[in-house]
């Protein structure tokens, strides 16, 4: 069989012969497709009044750009993809087109004509063409794929801290069968599903069920199914004959298979076997079809008060949830990048991965059968559900989908299907009503829990709950799943780290059910660093602290049977407002996967070979410390290993024993190019890291012409790097004499708001939003004590009260809300040196709320007189988010 491909005009070219395996071709169909948006949503036989259509390649999204914009929203809508194809077939052939992954609404029309649709972005569908298609080397069929990502009550998820990118985001394929063949109308799966009843060390049991589906004349076939190990011998060989009549699918079950002397499946040893399993013609013996499947021998439970048995042995499972985007890309990610990630996520020592909130590339699951990660996949049921058939109807067609098409990944053991679906609960005003919505999530959840235990007794059910025990306790959804798995952002979202493990002992064994932490985290902004970290500064080093205690607290709770960091990776978060618009912070890893120190904390923790990494900022701008040729800064140094030491510039700093993985050196670096080697244990591992600093002097009478400039961010106690220009902004402090600092005023603060570092507003016009998120209020001056000279200052503001109000955000975990200070008309003068440089200043009336202005003023100072800055008052407070000085000459 061959097939060709065409564009009207192209010249018919014959392409390489398509992978077969006897019986079936699967041809990937990625390439070269056309595509256009439809705003107005236009039916199919519109589509040629369409403009713009553009030749892109699968995977792809419409919104990997405008997702990072604060100027154009993304884009919710229609959209098409068509292309051509000939299929010089033989015509008995049947013929299918399967989607990894659509989002999240797909229409398909073969030559015109509908040939089916899906609802649901994360999971795979199959479409039947065979009766749509025309077949000939001269036969041009076309393909329209209609797209929408628009709001849909019926489909979930309805609102997420993750954004929703449109497209045929992931592979697509030309499948081919004979008229007798494994059930193609199986969710999405392959329709073959292998269970293991019973697994020891001596023997182990194995089920095959296949369905065959016949379109053709009725006839008996002979099903066989092979078992390999991983080197390619057989193991066992079942075969069964079985009548099939037209239009029917026809289950095969094969049991009686016993391996003995398995090889078991675990993190240290992921061994596998492989099922082939065959359709074969009674009378000629030819393969009619054929499918491989994985297999991992391997046995497990969950217990209330003593967490994870893996093959008769407790087993914490730690790992990370991961989101499926990367930095420019949004969700359409080739397989290669999928694969790395779990790579990253094994090279981090962890072994268990909350595939979340949704099913995700097939890739996925695929390295964690391979690599060893222990897995748990849901559904994207997020924060709110619809009480309609429609969305029940599709939450039970996803959860089939997932399990059809994940059923046989040795690595998976848990099914779930919500999580925090009471994060915001509905009716807030009308009890009674809310009170109804609450059953009728608890109806929808028993529902989906009884699907999963329908279809597969084995795996374990499971919620991801937000952390307000009692709600989820008093209406009744903790009683539903198998596994409860709690949320919890102690120290992030409200209140202290410790109460991190104060929650987990006081709920252990209410309900006496296994618990896993699904998610805790907080924002690290890879930019931003802090000597004294505070929550939502957003740093480095308070998201350091955080997981520190909270790994510590997993650790020692031998009840708590696993944990899943949030979030292996930086991810899209549309609707997020933060020191990266549009993106959640709270990876171990940035959105291009280049590791936080947080990664290196689990790395030290889980990895069983010696470790030893050095967490240093690369640049660091600092003040001098009293030997003033020095600045000084604590480097943590993180290590599996006990005795650890740290050179600088090859001197031996004072070393000391690691605890909770990690020692922190207090390093006194030298102005320019630094070298760190750290060591430990008899120097079995070593690390490297080179660090480039710059001092500035304390006192400004040394403020020389190349210096870097002075970049203070007020109302802030961070540092910030700004690595498109290579300049770090430092805090403010109180003007000192001989040195800088600002004069009166107080850091700007939401009100009663969980964000009490400065504002979490985007701030449109610049790409620094830490350099305008903070201010000093009501400031009254500021002063450089810096020799005569020629200098460019610099003074940034943004308008941060008023504006706007963003919708209470979905992802607040925090009970309190956030409100915006309220407007008050703000005008004051800008004095330098008593000269009136910056009249009747109106921030909002020039740029508006939440934009940033940035004003240069050139100085020259004479007479040793510095630079003094007066603001007045006019109307309201005068206020400065960041003030940079440049010595010209
Ligand atoms: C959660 C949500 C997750 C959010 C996360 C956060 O609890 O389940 O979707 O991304 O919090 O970062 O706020």
Excluded at 456 to 474: E, K, V
Excluded at 833 to 846: G, H, S
Aim: proline content about 5%.
């Amino acid at each position: 069989m061959l097939f060709f491909f065409a564009w009207p005009g192209d010249v018919l070219s014959q392409v390489s012969k398509p992978r077969a395996e006897s019986g079936r071709t699967v041809y990937s169909l990625n390439d070269k497709w056309q595509f256009a948006k439809d705003s107005a949503d236009h039916p199919y036989n519109a589509i040629n009044t369409l403009t713009h259509w553009q030749n892109v390649t699968i995977p792809h999204t419409w919104n990997a750009t405008d997702v990072m914009s604060d100027e154009h929203p993304y884009y919710r809508g229609a959209a098409w993809y068509k292309r051509n194809l000939v299929i010089s077939n033989d015509s008995q052939k049947q013929v299918f087109l399967y989607f990894d992954g659509v989002n999240q609404e797909a229409e398909i029309y073969i030559n015109g004509k509908k040939a089916g649709e899906h609802k649901g972005g994360y999971t795979r569908f199959c479409i039947p063409v065979s009766s749509f298609i025309k077949t000939g080397t001269n036969a041009v069929n076309e393909i329209a794929v209609k797209v929408n990502n628009r709001f849909n009550e019926d489909i979930p998820p309805l609102t997420a801290d993750f954004t929703f990118f449109g497209g045929i985001y992931r592979n697509l394929y030309l499948v081919t069968t004979n008229s007798v063949h494994f059930n193609t109308n199986d969710f999405g799966g392959s329709s073959i599903r292998i269970t293991t009843p019973s697994v020891t060390t001596a023997r182990a049991s194995v089920v095959i069920k296949a369905q065959v589906y016949n379109e053709g004349a009725a006839r008996t076939i002979k099903l066989v199914s092979t078992i390999f190990d991983s080197d390619g011998k057989i193991i066992a060989t079942l075969s069964k004959n079985q009548k099939t009549a037209k239009g029917k699918a026809d289950t095969v079950s094969q049991s009686g298979i016993v391996v003995n002397n398995p090889k078991l499946w675990s993190p240290d040893h992921p061994y596998l076997y492989n099922v082939v399993t065959q359709i074969i013609d009674n009378k000629n013996g030819e393969i009619i079809d054929e499918l491989s499947t994985p297999l991992g021998f391997r046995w497990y439970s969950f217990d209330a008060d003593k967490g994870f048995f893996l093959n008769g042995k407790p087993l914490k499972l730690i790992g990370a949830s991961r989101h499926q985007d990367y930095k420019d890309l949004g969700n359409a990610v080739r397989q290669e990048l999928q694969s790395h990630d779990i790579e990253l996520l094994k090279a981090m020592g962890g072994n268990f991965l909350r595939v979340s909130h949704y099913p995700q590339d097939p890739v996925v699951l695929q390295m964690c059968d391979k690599l060893g990660i222990i897995a748990s996949v849901e559904i994207p049921v997020v924060n709110a559900i619809t009480e309609t058939a429609g969305f029940t109807d599709n939450c039970s067609n996803m959860l089939r989908e997932m399990i059809a098409q994940n059923f046989n990944h040795p690595s998976l053991v848990i099914w779930a299907y919500m999580n925090e679906i009471m994060l915001r609960p509905k009716f807030a005003k009308d009890k009674p009503r809310q009170q109804q919505y609450f059953e009728n999530i608890v109806k929808l959840a028993k529902h989906l829990d009884s699907i999963c235990r329908a279809q597969d007794p084995a795996r374990y059910t499971m919620i991801a709950n937000h952390g307000d025990y009692n709600l989820y306790t008093r209406t009744g959804l903790t009683a539903v799943p198998q596994i409860i798995g709690w949320n919890l952002y102690q120290g992030w979202y409200s209140g202290d780290v410790s109460g991190f493990g104060k929650f987990l002992d006081e709920h252990h064994g209410q309900p006496a059910k296994p618990v896993i932490v699904t998610e805790y985290g907080a924002d690290a902004d890879p930019r931003i660093h802090a000597l004294n970290p505070v929550r939502f500064d957003k740093s480095i080093e308070y998201a350091e602290h955080y997981h520190d205690v909270y790994l510590k607290a997993i650790l020692e709770r031998p009840f708590v049977a696993g944990a899943a960091a949030w979030n292996l990776v930086d991810f899209n978060s549309e609707s997020r407002e933060e020191t990266m618009p549009h993106i959640n912070n709270k990876g171990l890893m940035t959105d291009d996967r280049q590791p936080k120190a947080t990664y290196y904390l689990y790395q030290a923790a889980l990895k069983k070979e010696a470790f030893i990494k050095i967490a240093s900022e690369s640049n660091i701008v600092g003040v001098e410390d009293s030997t003033g040729t020095t600045c000084t800064r604590q480097v943590r140094v993180y290590t599996n290993l006990k005795g650890v030491k740290l050179s600088l510039n090859g001197q031996d700093l004072a070393g000391g024993k690691a605890e909770d993985f990690s020692y922190t050196f207090t390093v006194p670096f030298r102005p320019g190019m630094n070298y760190l080697e750290a060591t430990a244990d008899n120097q079995t591992v070593k690390d490297f890291e080179t660090v480039e600093v710059f001092i500035q002097p304390n006192e400004l009478k040394a403020f020389k012409a190349d210096a870097q400039p002075l970049s203070i961010l007020l109302g802030a106690k961070r540092y910030y790097y700004d690595m498109l220009n290579k300049q770090t902004w430092q805090p403010d402090q109180p003007y000192r004499k001989g040195s800088w600092g600002s004069m009166g005023g107080h850091a700007f603060k939401m009100v009663n708001g969980r964000q009490s570092y400065g504002s979490d507003k985007a701030i449109a016009g610049t790409d620094n939003d830490p350099v305008f998120q903070t201010q000093q209020v009501g400031i009254e001056g500021y002063r450089f004590d810096v020799p005569d000279g020629q200098y460019e200052l610099t003074l940034n503001f943004a308008e941060l009260s008023g504006g706007k109000v963003s919708d209470p955000l979905p992802y607040n975990l925090g009970t309190s809300e956030v409100t915006v200070p309220g407007y008050q008309e703000r005008i004051f003068d800008v004095f330098i040196n008593n000269q009136c440089v910056l009249k009747e200043l109106n921030i909002a009336r020039e740029v508006g709320f939440a934009w940033a202005m940035s004003k240069k003023i050139p100085v020259t100072v004479t007479r040793a007189q510095g630079i003094q800055i007066n603001f007045k008052a006019l109307k309201g407070e005068a206020v400065l988010n960041a003030i940079q000085l440049k010595r010209i000459y």
